[in-house]
Structures are given as C-alpha cells and as structure tokens.
C-alpha cells in the first residue's frame, strides 16, 4: 500500500491503541468532518454486542458530528464486517474504511 496520510495513519493508530489496551478483538476510530477522532474497541457483553467501528460511529454521532472523513478498522479478520461499514455509510457514503492488521499496517481500503 501506498504510504498513508498523516491524518489516516493517526486513525489507525488510535485504532490499534484501543485494540490493545482493552485486549478486544477489534480496534476502530474515526475522523469526522471538523477533524475529531474518536476511537472504540469491540464491546461484547450480555446486553450489548457492537463492533469496534459500530462503537466509533456511535461515539461521534453521540458528540454531534454528522459525518465522516474517515474510518479505521484494526483487526485479524480478512474483511471488515459489513454492519460495521454499514454504520459508516449511514452518516457518509463515500468516506474510506481503512483495514489494518493487528501491526497497524493497512491492508485493504474499502471505498
């Protein structure tokens, strides 16, 4: 892959910060349109199951952004699942889901 724009690579970062200091199966963050990231991580429990990105989306839509420059998913799995780009699409259609491996390099956008 082409090297990443700062701003991109912040995202990921941020996205595998989550990831690892939580120990959950996935990382995410986004930037939404006035530049603020916000980063979240799987959330598995009885009541509540969100992807890491579902969890990003949420937190920016809970801070008032209505859109999003960007996305970032950390992961093992060889594609991001489609509800978590489904939650990214519902605010921006066409802001790239950036797919990362757990090193942080980026293996596939999804545009």
């Given amino acids: 892959m082409a090297e990443l724009d700062p701003e991109d690579a912040k995202i990921v970062t941020l996205a595998r910060s989550s990831r690892a200091r939580t120990g959950a ?9 006035d530049g603020r990231t916000y ?3 799987t959330v598995a429990l009885p009541s509540l199951r ?3 990105l579902q969890a990003a989306v949420a937190a920016a839509v809970a801070s008032g952004a209505e859109g999003l420059e960007a996305a970032a998913v950390v ?3 060889g594609e991001v699942d489609a509800d978590s780009v489904a939650a990214v699409r519902d605010l921006t259609a066409a802001a790239p889901v950036l797919r990362a ?3 942080g390099a ?5 545009r």
């Fill in 50 to 52: 969100l992807t890491a």
């Fill in 106 to 110: 980026v293996v596939d956008v999804l």
């Fill in 75 to 77: 992961t093992e799995a």
């Fill in 101 to 103: 491996d757990p090193t």
């Fill in 25 to 33: 199966a996935e990382g995410a963050a986004v930037r939404d349109l």
């Fill in 39 to 41: 980063a979240a991580a």
